[in-house]
């Protein structure tokens, strides 16, 4: 099937071809007909699958007609839970829509509000935010709602996660009712449920349509995922050795916690291996820097909270590291799919030590298959991970 066959106007359809699409993705099969049809949507797709393209491309679709947009107005909101997404995101609906007459733009936290306050003035047809900067220009006056069309939720669970359910209900308290609703997101959980339940209220004559795409499906066949055993006291000599003895190109490195990161960074460096790291302590400019960077290709390894690493989109993308494993199998899944992307091949590599034993087979009864497993020499291990329990299960996250 072509994008063209899916209703979408040959300028759009132009454009993703420019971009090396060839054919829609299941989920942008899925959702681009009912949300050209005006339909509300709750889509459960997995990060990597085009969910993006499946919520832009029918919005310029809709959007691309004659009309006067009035200042401080936005015809669609979408909101994305970080501030590397939200550019990501706003990035790609300049890229889809470079042939309209339509604007777009992003506004976030960490920088100076008023260049975004000003930009706003004339009314802009789609707006990319954060749901936190949103509301505090909205208490400024910098924008209303009454005209909005269309509300995204991307990565909704993602949101919930952070902490921005209650600022999401407060969003939703300002916007008309008269609207369409899409809900994206990866898994859907009872707080997740209960946002896309004020899509399906006694207000709606409709309920939303809902689609999941394989929800069986786990990680992408042409990402080769391999794990260590290690003790944690010996990661960052490992890790500096996997860089140097295997020449590694390029890698992004997953670590937990803030302070771990800045820690990583300064210990490559005494071995000799120039890296850098973005978490939530950054600032914005010093992250927009670093994350470009690394997408150019000067810098070869950067270290990165999971969090800070929403939006990271680098078609390329050699390999991915866990230096430490997550907890949910759901964001191994997120993270590795980093790598792998738009039809290139990618490798994962996993740091485990014997603390992570139930998050190991946690992810692995996720993945319903066993993580190949590596030894390297001179890195023997004091305390052995044992073999994984494929069909554990854990009680509780």
């Not at 401080?72 to 829509?97: F, M």
């Not at 992408?220 to 890790?239: E, G």
């Not at 003895?245 to 990583?264: M, N, P, R, S, T």
């Not at 290709?297 to 929403?310: D, F």
Request: with cysteine.
């Amino acid at each position: 099937m072509s994008f063209s066959k899916l209703g979408l106007c040959n300028p759009i359809v132009q454009a993703i071809k420019d971009l090396g699409y060839k054919a829609p993705t299941p989920i942008q099969k899925q959702a681009i007909p009912i949300i050209l049809s005006g339909k509300d949507l709750i889509a459960t797709a997995q990060t990597g699958t085009g969910k993006t393209a499946a919520f832009v491309l029918p919005i310029l679709e809709s959007f691309n007609k004659e009309r006067q947009l009035r200042g401080k107005r936005i015809r669609a909101l979408i909101l994305a839970p970080t501030r590397e997404l939200a550019v990501q995101v706003a990035a790609n609906v300049a890229k889809y829509g470079k042939h309209l007459n339509l604007s777009s733009m992003a506004i976030y936290g960490g920088i100076d509000s008023e260049p975004q306050v000003e930009r706003l003035i004339e009314g802009v047809d789609i707006l990319v935010a954060t749901p936190g900067r949103l509301l505090d220009l909205a208490h400024q006056r910098a924008l209303h709602f009454d005209e909005l069309e269309v509300l995204v939720l991307d990565e909704a669970d993602r949101m919930v996660d952070m902490g921005f359910a209650n600022d999401i209900y407060k969003i939703i308290d300002r916007l008309p009712e008269v609207r369409q609703n899409l809900l994206f997101s990866a898994t859907i959980s009872p707080a997740v449920r209960a946002i896309a339940n004020e899509f399906s209220d006694d207000k709606r004559s409709k309920p939303a349509a809902e689609i999941t795409i394989s929800p069986k499906a786990t990680t992408a066949p042409n990402i080769k995922q391999w794990l260590i055993t290690v003790d944690k006291d010996t990661k960052s000599a490992l890790l500096s050795h996997l860089i140097n003895e295997q020449k590694w190109d390029q890698a992004l490195i997953f670590i937990e916690k803030k302070h771990g990161a800045a820690k990583l960074v300064a210990q490559l460096a005494k071995r000799g291996i120039e890296a850098d790291c973005i978490h939530g302590d950054r600032s914005q400019a010093m992250r927009e820097k670093v994350l470009a960077d690394f997408k150019s290709g000067k810098l070869k390894y950067l270290v990165a909270t999971g969090v800070a690493a929403r939006g990271i989109d680098i078609g390329e993308l050699s390999r991915v590291v866990n230096y430490d494993l997550p907890f949910k199998p759901e964001e191994y899944i997120h993270r590795i799919g980093r790598t792998g992307r738009a039809g290139f091949t990618g490798e994962a590599i996993s740091f485990v030590a014997m603390g992570d034993f139930k998050n190991l087979c946690a992810i692995e009864s996720r993945l319903n298959h066993i993580i190949d497993r590596k030894e390297i020499e001179g890195f023997p291990v004091r305390k052995v991970v044992p073999v994984s329990i494929l069909n554990y299960v854990r009680k509780s996250y």
